[in-house]
Nanobody, 125 residues
Framework: QVHVVESGGGLVQAGDSLRLSCEAS????????MGWFRQGAGKEREFVAA????????KYAESVQGRFIISRDNAKNTAYLDMFSLKPEDTAVYYC??????????????????WGQGTQVTVSS
């Protein structure tokens, strides 16, 4: 069992930046593929960003490409999502997801084994 906890959400203004953190338990964090998803009010959960175990291979949704950066610190069992130039349409609950024991990254929510409880990001105009 892997326990996943997100943090760092909040209320910001359009154009601001925010960093989300995702801490995952387990002694083999360096073998986890990590992903970020989000779900706006009345919308389906959507893919935001993903990376492989090393963080050297990444993938972004077109809507956040060039504004968001996914990264990880394996020594701290933590993944990050740095969000820049935030827009009101980025408002959502952001979820961190873990896929155990894979060297790839994944953009489909069904590929992940464990999820956090989510952290709210609200961007005001």
């Amino acid at each position: 069992q892997v326990h996943v906890v997100e943090s760092g959400g909040g209320l910001v203004q359009a154009g601001d930046s925010l960093r989300l953190s995702c801490e995952a338990s387990g002694r083999t964090f360096s073998t986890y593929a990590m992903g970020w998803f989000r779900q706006g009010a009345g919308k389906e959960r959507e893919f935001v960003a993903a990376m492989n175990w090393s963080g050297l291979s990444t993938k972004y949704a077109e809507s956040v490409q060039g504004r968001f950066i996914i990264s990880r610190d394996n020594a701290k069992n933590t993944a990050y999502l740095d969000m820049f130039s935030l827009k009101p349409e980025d408002t959502a609950v952001y979820y961190c997801a873990v896929r155990v024991g894979s060297s790839y990254f994944y953009t489909s929510s069904g590929e992940y084994d464990y999820w956090g409880q989510g952290t709210q990001v609200t961007v005001s105009s």
